[in-house]
């Protein structure tokens, strides 16, 4: 009998290292929650300040002083924290002839992603030195280490399309997980810079992706 592309697949084809680092794929979901949460506290739903551009100096100094600013922010960045875990157990769940470009993705994804984390720190702790990262993203600020940062940062673009390929390419998957997943990346990078909604689309498109992606693994383990 042929089989089909939903035929559990072995441990031993598919799967290596710890399998409890598997359930840290869990964490992709619950990043998306937590983001969600946060940016409710940054966003319209609570205070419509603060869909202030931090290249707007003046708007963005009086948004720092909101009580909502900093919960958000800090949910934010606990949520970049939850994903780096999410990588891992993503990277484990994909069947091992996957696992090239998935390495690659991983590597990119955790680089990018601590970058963003020390950026949302510095939101954070010293708010006032945010826009100056906003302005080289937007290319207004010619500064090379801001530069730079703002570059290595979008290594979580990189690393989210490998991931995306490696998932597109993985039976068993549907390949809208693999669109979702490359989605929630560029509203979550771009979506800041460019409306709060978009960024806001990437909740939904990590959660969608997240919870099939931890779909496929318990069924197929």
């Known amino acids: 009998m ?83 875990l999410g990588f891992v157990g993503l990277y484990l769940r994909l069947p091992a002839r996957r696992r090239r470009l998935a390495t690659a993705g991983l590597l990119a994804s955790f680089t990018g992603v601590a970058f963003n984390i020390t950026i949302h720190g510095v939101a954070l702790l010293t708010p006032e030195a945010y826009p100056s990262f906003t302005d080289a993203v937007q290319g207004a600020n010619p500064d090379p280490s801001v530069l730079i940062g703002a570059g290595l940062v979008q290594l979580s673009v990189l690393g989210a399309l490998l991931f995306a390929i490696a998932l597109w390419r993985t039976p068993g998957i549907a390949r809208w997980v693999a669109v979702a997943y490359l989605a929630h990346r560029l509203a979550f990078d771009f979506g800041g810079i460019a409306h709060l909604a978009v960024e806001a689309s990437g909740v939904l498109f990590l959660f969608a992706a997240g919870i099939a992606i931890i779909r496929y693994r318990a069924t197929t383990r």
């Open 2 to 84: 042929t089989t089909t592309s939903n035929t559990p697949i072995t441990s031993s084809d598919d799967t290596i290292g710890s399998a409890s680092l598997h359930h840290w794929a869990y964490a992709i979901p619950a990043a998306a929650v937590v983001y969600g949460i946060g940016l409710a506290l940054r966003g319209p739903l609570v205070n419509p300040a603060a869909l202030v551009n931090p290249a707007d100096r003046a708007a963005w100094a009086n948004w720092i002083t909101e009580p909502t600013f900093r919960p958000g922010y800090l949910l934010l960045t606990i949520g970049l924290i939850l994903q780096l």
